[in-house]
């Protein structure tokens, strides 16, 4: 049988400790007990851990071996703010399928409401991300970053390889994109998405003047959270 999966929320190198409501399900909903074994990631590690103290406030476990993991994707997924249902999907969703590092951008087509209201959302979306993770039995929780406009996204990201999905773009296919650049490439790849209602040109001519590559998912209009998922599998299974 598969042991439950938890990601601390404190550590040690020998310890660890889920506190909060992690703490609390545990207690009160599985009735955990000294002595059982579960997988804990601690510091992105897996180890195999059992339970010495149970309290609603804090279990703590002692960590025994370490075990075999899979590292998360090196892909960084930009993501323009839209509707905060569907985005929420998407988070999760992406963070099952194993991406490192979201950021939430403030795109000029971003509902107005949903802009000004984005910077309150991050932390629900993180703890979107941690829910995922477990469920996926990751061993690391993507990044979730503070919402950001798209200028100040462009100007930090050092990915080596840049791809931004396009509705304008018919010729390159992400799939012949990423297969353009060979495995160096695959070190460190971002894909931006764009909100509902596409980039505007002058986001275009930013993309551009940073180097990424347009392309398409083929002829029809995806919705973002849908061009976002279909868009980490392509490239998972390229990078794979």
Known sequence: MTRRRWIADTWTPTTASLTGDQAAHLARVLRAEPGQIFDVVAGGFLHRAEITSVSDQEVLFTLHEELEADAALPLRLLLAVFKFDHMEWAIEKATELGVAHIT?????????????????????????????????????????????????ALEQEQSLTRILLSETEQATPLAAALASVGPTGYESVALAIGPEGGWTPEEMAFFATHNWTSVTLGPR?????????????IASSCMA
Not at 114 to 130: G, Q, V
Not at 221 to 233: D, G, Q, W
């Open 104 to 152: 939430p951008v403030l795109a000029r087509r971003s509902e107005k409401h949903l802009t000004l209201a984005a910077p309150k959302r991050a932390e629900r979306w993180r703890r979107i991300a941690l829910e995922a993770s477990k469920q996926s039995r990751r061993t690391d929780i993507p990044e979730i970053a503070a919402p950001i406009t798209l200028k100040a």
């Open 221 to 233: 209009i995806l919705r973002a959270e849908t061009a976002a998922i279909a868009a980490i599998a």
